[in-house]
């Protein structure tokens, strides 16, 4: 079955570096989502991508954060630099279209030192 | 998005049925139901959804009301490993929203032996 990859599953950075967090959606899938965990509370939408730009995104997502598709597999979500808040899971997630449901990945947990 | 209600946590026998219910009495006409269920803080797994007929899949089968103000989840034969937090939402799947997700807490259910 067709998965959404997500690479690293674990990243550790120091307060003020930048990350960029990799995610490999589902070939023939056509809107691509970034959501974030903070341990211990909900799912939370961050920005959802179509058609090469950015659809809709969350009040967490700010300056700090964006997102690229640079070619036509990956997905990315940077933070410019990051705070101890930005610890959390971050999970990748895509559909095909209106009407279908989301696959994600497994996660990348973001640890902020 | 309307708003769903879910109990905060259930048990189950192993080998018996799982029913989890889910409230959404301000749905509209567009709205679909989705459940999607979280194991651990791994990426949230995608079980059934649907609009207004009962469906069913090699997962779980879906029960909406004839008013579509709610609806039940149900695993035929639990196992250990259905134990999880699931979820149910309820967007619009076609919409501009571009199929934001918003997740409540969910239902924690624990299957015993």
């Known amino acids: 079955e067709p998965e959404v990859t997500q690479t690293p599953s674990h990243q550790v950075t120091q307060m003020g570096q930048e990350v960029i967090l990799r995610c490999v959606p589902i070939?023939?899938?056509?809107?691509f989502y970034w959501y974030r965990q903070i341990l211990g509370q909900k799912v939370e939408f961050l920005v959802s991508?179509?058609?090469?730009?950015?659809?809709?995104k969350s009040e967490i997502f700010d300056d700090q954060f964006s997102v690229e598709r640079p070619d036509g597999s990956n997905f990315t979500l940077k933070i410019r630099s990051t705070k101890l808040e930005d610890s959390a899971m971050y999970f990748c997630?895509?559909?095909?279209?209106?009407?279908?449901?989301?696959?994600f990945g497994s996660g990348t947990r973001l640890t902020v030192v | 998005d309307a708003k769903t209600t879910q109990p905060t946590s259930m048990d189950c026998a192993e080998g018996r049925a799982a029913n989890l219910p889910c409230n959404h009495s301000?749905?509209?006409?567009?709205?679909?139901v989705y459940w999607y269920r979280q194991i651990h803080s791994q990426g949230p797994q995608y079980i059934i959804h649907?609009?207004?007929n009962n469906e069913t899949n090699e997962m779980a089968s879906l029960i909406i009301t004839e008013d579509r103000k709610s609806s039940t989840l149900i695993l035929p034969h639990a196992t250990l490993r259905d134990t999880a937090v699931y979820y149910c939402?309820?967007?619009?799947?076609?919409?501009?929203?571009?199929?934001?997700?918003?997740f409540g807490q969910g239902t924690i259910l624990t299957v015993h032996p």
């Open positions: 997630a895509s559909r095909k279209g209106q009407g279908t449901g989301y696959t």
């Open positions: 070939s023939n899938h056509l809107y």
């Open positions: 991508f179509y058609n090469n730009e950015i659809s809709e």
């Open positions: 301000t749905i509209s006409g567009n709205e679909y």
């Open positions: 649907g609009l207004k």
């Open positions: 939402i309820v967007f619009n799947a076609g919409g501009t929203s571009y199929g934001k997700l918003t």
